[in-house]
């Protein structure tokens, strides 16, 4: 699936039911739904807080079966800094996304190439 979705937070919900649909009609595990849905949210979450736009105005959501995974990815249009994990303190508001992430995921990664910035992860279907 390779969805453009517009740079604002209200892009989170439309992705996360598509992503959810997908799975389901792909027969998916069901207890992997909810996980991949939250991957998701943060992924473009992060992007709409901490990037910019691509040159037409969005984000570019992909996600697609990668052997036994589901590989997600966001690509936006860059930021002044890398996606990394921070660890936030317990009463803190913000900046666990990518700990959360880290958490769910079996592995994410970042590309950069010129302005454009992908965010990938993967999470086990097994």
């Known amino acids: 699936m390779d969805l453009r979705v517009p740079f604002a937070a209200s892009s989170v ?3 996360r039911k598509r992503l959810r649909d997908w799975m389901i009609a792909q027969r998916l595990p069901a207890e992997r739904v909810e996980e991949a849905r939250v991957l998701l949210s943060e992924l473009v979450g992060n992007a709409v807080r901490h990037a910019r736009p691509l ?3 969005t984000l570019q959501i992909i996600w697609c ?3 036994g995974a589901l590989r997600l990815s966001v690509t936006d249009g860059s930021g002044s800094g890398q996606p990394h994990t921070v660890h936030a303190p317990p009463n803190a508001v913000s900046g666990r996304g990518m700990m959360i992430v880290d958490s769910l995921a079996q592995s994410w ?3 950069q190439s010129g302005r454009r910035t ?3 992860a993967l999470l086990a279907l097994r």
């Open 109 to 111: 990664w970042v590309d």
């Open 118 to 120: 992908t965010v990938h």
């Open 13 to 15: 919900g439309l992705v």
């Open 55 to 57: 040159a037409d105005g």
């Open 65 to 67: 079966l990668d052997g």
